[in-house]
């Protein structure tokens, strides 16, 4: 499909790292761009693009979550959503077995209970898109993590949801699910771990984001952002994946 | 052996709870169904305790630890408890995706952390994690049930060898459909209950792969059969599931 003005697109966990750089995408291409991020507006204010409508909601509170979502999106006068990117997360790094139990239940609700609540909320937006996309922001650590535990069942949760509600709803909505691998962002940081030399080894979010839209044109499910995408990169052989004015 | 069990008044949990019983090992059972839980106390009240809690709740299960940490170490942990929710996706109340994403993945990794990280087991104990067939096929117009157990498959492997260090075993199942109420409520219209595992037999099952400390266990030969099938064609599976399950389901069930 082609992005235009008639566009609407929804971005959560969009006020730094890959979700924002997804939002200057696919607002450079016209689109009309509603972002999430847990941030008072105030304190965004500088970081955010002015053409985006900033939603406050903290995904600790998932149905919350959603129903703020779909109010402030009927409130601007949106009948309908073109593309869901549900890529809001957060994570934690300590040794599995001694996990703090609120910190387990947070990444669990941000990352999974979240996602799900409000795909659940957003499918009349969806159906009432010409091909409504939503698509899933996993992580490579869905396979397992010793690391990362709980967000790597967070994000297995994930896979697993928009694997079985891809085939539910074929023909209806696409649904994807994309797995970046250990990008620059300031998540790791975020999330108490130095990454230290390994550091050179994360992918440019830039060409994660890049990364993300062109797969999202495509519409293949589930796509890792891992090994193969390294080696690609590093050949330069996709520079810039991304075809103007496709989403 | 000291044992514990969640959601041990039916299905997979009460045949184990009753095996374990006659082999003269102490348990405490919990469930949500107090009737259950006071039956199956009067049964063998000598060797079981019982604590009604509803795992779905966030503080209930804090508390329930809490109570546990005083008890003495556990040999054996089987985190059984769980629920479905079928139909088409949308059309279930989001607070029955909460509650099934607490007591399916929330409560079982809470509680394991707890457990483990908090010195609750016996060197050289098990704990067992309920994962689903689904984890090897996709279950559409399941989607979440699906997503809470795809969960909790990759938390027990994540974690596994961190005890492993501490001679702690972690063994994660995958059991197909069962023969139970709560399997007949959530199947496809025409699904042939007598295909279903047995409870006693599944029980059987999973406590060989204790013994033999096991990481996985697909129990039977069709479990095995499906899981090789959805390593080699994961989409075929999923579509197949499609068909064979959610074109079937004719109304919500939460």
Redesign the interface.
Known sequence: MKVDQATNILITGATDGIGLLLAHLYLAQGANVVITGRRDAKAVEQVIPKDAIYIQANQEHPQITADLITKAMTEIGWDHCDLAILNAGNGHVCNPLQENPEAIRDTLNVNLVAPILIARTLVRFLDKAHHGKLVFIGSTSHKGAAKFASYAASKAGLHGFARSLREEWHHRITVLIIHPGPTATGMHAKAGFDAGAMKRLFFDPDYVARTIVASIHKGASPVSIGVFARIKQALSLRKNPVSAGDI | MNILITGAVAGLGRALCEKLLDEGHNIIAIDINKDGLEELKKQRGDLLDVIQVDLTI?DAV?RLIETLAKGTRFDLVVLNAGINATG???ENP??A??RL?TIN??TP??MA??M??GNMMETGGTVVFVSSL??AT???????Y??????????A???R???AR?NINILTIFPGPIKTDHAARHAPKGADAERRMAPNRLAFLVLNAVSQRKHDLYPGVIAKLTNVAGRLL?AFL??L??RIV?EKLDKPTY
């Open positions: 966030s804090s088409n996706f949308e989001g607070e995706y909460r994403l993945t929330e990794i809470i952390s707890a483990i990280g689904s984890h996709g279950y559409p117009g399941a989607s979440v699906a997503a809470s157990k795809d969960a909790i498959a990759t938390y492997s994540s974690i060898r961190a005890c501490m994961p999923t579509r599931m499609r959610f």
